[in-house]
């Protein structure tokens, strides 16, 4: 054991802390008990996928590069498909083993730093990587990813020598970028996200920053290395260059998705879609209703409003006065969802309808009452029961089924650089939650969108966070989460859930909530039926 851990600091270190809540997503949570990943397909003895072995991913760049971004989002997209994926952050490491509200030493970020910050460095290091050979060996992980710095050549090739030792194919991805632009934005979400700066004055905080990316230039050296498997990405994905990563299905994939991803900043919206003439109906396809109409604009209104007093406030807290980022809407190609969009598109806003984003198929029991699938269906029943996202009614589809159907669109999520409004139906939305904000899957079909709130998923470097924002003025009866169905009981949220109270107050509850505020996002008790 690193003798510089105590117990305090052990217990709070990065492979015991559990972060997440229903508002901040799970990326970082270290799992409970071994499930199926929401679009995996099958499972190992081993728990290892797809005929590959154990894989470390490290990282390369200066800081404000957008390296922890990237590490974040290919263990989001790798734990999404079912590979067993976890984040070391060596921030994380210095900052349990200094202990809280401790600075580093001065020349900590120095190459040419006394010899007590380089033995502080080491140690540091080595439980980390202490860690990293634990997961891969003992918790039957596949791939870690060692978020650092790694700025020398040497040390890359030292490094990459060691793991292959145990059998561990590294792959390195350097984040490289030479836009200032990019460099600035990075630097202001560093200064609100990463945990070094919490109750900093943001200005000190901006000085310490690039005094710490200044420390580093001189002595940085990009990747060149022939022999060694890297992909090295340019200013935020304008560019990617990679080199001999031809060692197995699973790095090609990891490749793949690097050429969708960018790391520029964006908001993405999900919003139900309006009520219809036929609200029961999957087959019908039917327009909206005079309240689904009437919902349509109120939502419109209430995103717009949100999005104008967001730029405001960046503004006001001594932001740059920079114009709103545009904003492109997704829909579904069914009918309700698209005349959702239209009084957007007359506003001059782009509306793509993507034909994976159709809702899920509930089979035969498409306008069934809950007593009338337990009647006929009881076997059924029972096993949707059991498992509520992988079972499937007769001739419908699961929310497994789905989330495989969509992965498309998680590559295009990915890709989109404006902000984002998605107007789907409620499964849609959950599975597409899910994957942002890292949930497990027997959590999706738990989600909740009352139509009465917008979601927004606001990205940062180290992990994402949903807020609601309420809409007014709408009629109670199409608030409702969604058409008849089972009502099965969920269990409470409560491990899923720690911060009790958060959200939107209910309606009589002596509290109300200003129309277009965002609020956190929580798990409900819901129930679940064959076409939500």
């Not at 590959?52 to 734990?79: F, Q």
């Not at 190459?111 to 910050?117: C, D, G, H, I, R």
Request: charged content about 25%; hydrophobic content about 35%.
């Amino acid at each position: 054991m690193d003798t510089l851990l105590t117990a305090e600091i052990y217990a709070n270190s990065p492979r015991f802390r559990r972060r997440s809540s229903t508002f901040v997503d799970a990326i970082h949570d270290l799992p409970e008990k071994e499930e199926m990943a929401p679009a995996q397909l099958y499972s190992t003895e081993s728990g290892r996928l797809f005929h590959s072995g154990r894989i470390v991913i490290a990282t390369v760049g200066l800081p404000a590069r957008g390296k922890t971004h990237i590490s974040v989002a290919v263990a989001r997209y790798l734990r999404w498909l079912g590979v067993k994926t976890h984040v070391f952050h060596l921030g994380d490491y210095r900052r349990a083993t200094l202990g809280p509200g401790k600075d580093v030493p001065d020349d900590y970020f120095f190459l040419n730093a006394s010899p007590t910050s380089v033995l502080l460095r080491n140690k540091i290091l080595k439980k980390c990587r202490e860690d990293i050979y634990h997961f891969l060996e003992h918790e039957n992980g596949q791939v870690a990813i060692y978020d650092a710095v790694n700025a020398i050549s040497a040390g890359r090739k030292s490094l990459a020598k060691e793991f292959a030792k145990h059998s561990i194919q590294t792959l390195f991805i350097e984040s490289q970028c030479t836009d200032e632009r990019i460099i600035q934005e990075n630097v202001r979400n560093v200064k609100i996200s990463s945990p070094d700066y919490q109750g900093w004055d943001p200005e000190d905080a901006i000085a310490d920053y690039l005094a710490r990316i200044n420390a580093r230039i001189p002595h940085f050296e990009t990747m060149e290395e022939p022999d060694l498997h890297w992909i090295k990405m340019i200013n935020a994905g304008e560019r990617v260059i990679v080199n001999n990563c031809a060692f197995g299905y699973l790095s090609q994939r990891i490749v793949f998705y690097l050429l969708n991803l960018h790391i520029k900043s964006r908001q993405t919206y999900f919003a139900r879609a309006g009520t219809t003439r036929e609200e029961d109906s999957y087959k019908a396809d039917a327009s909206l209703s005079t309240e689904g109409l009437d919902y349509a604009k109120k939502m419109t209104d209430a995103l717009l409003k949100h999005r104008e007093f967001e730029r405001q406030a960046v503004i006001d807290n001594g932001g740059p006065d920079n114009a709103l980022k545009p904003l492109t809407v997704w829909t579904s190609t069914r009918r309700r969802t698209v005349e959702t969009a239209n009084y957007l598109e007359t506003l001059g806003y782009r509306v793509r309808q993507r034909s994976q984003m159709s809702q899920m198929n509930p089979g035969v029991c498409e306008k069934m009452s809950e007593s009338r699938i337990r009647r006929e269906y009881p076997e059924e029943v029972a096993k949707h029961e059991a498992d509520p996202y992988h079972h499937r009614y007769p001739r419908a589809e699961s929310y497994h089924d789905l989330a495989v159907r969509m992965e498309p669109i998680i590559l295009e999520l990915e890709r989109e650089q404006n902000d984002l409004l998605i107007i789907a139906h409620e499964s849609v939305l959950r599975v597409l939650y899910g994957y942002l904000m890292a949930c497990n899957a027997a959590d999706i079909p738990k989600l909740e969108f009352p139509r009465d709130e917008i979601i927004e998923i606001i990205p940062s470097s180290y992990n994402n966070v949903a807020k609601r924002i309420h809409i007014p003025d709408l009629p109670d009866r199409i608030i409702p989460g969604s058409p008849e169905g089972l009502k099965i009981p969920v269990p409470p949220s409560g491990n899923i859930t720690p911060f009790a109270g958060l959200g939107t107050p209910r309606a009589g509850s002596g509290t109300s909530t200003p129309a277009g505020t965002p609020q956190p996002l929580q798990l409900r008790k819901t129930h679940i039926d064959p076409s939500s």
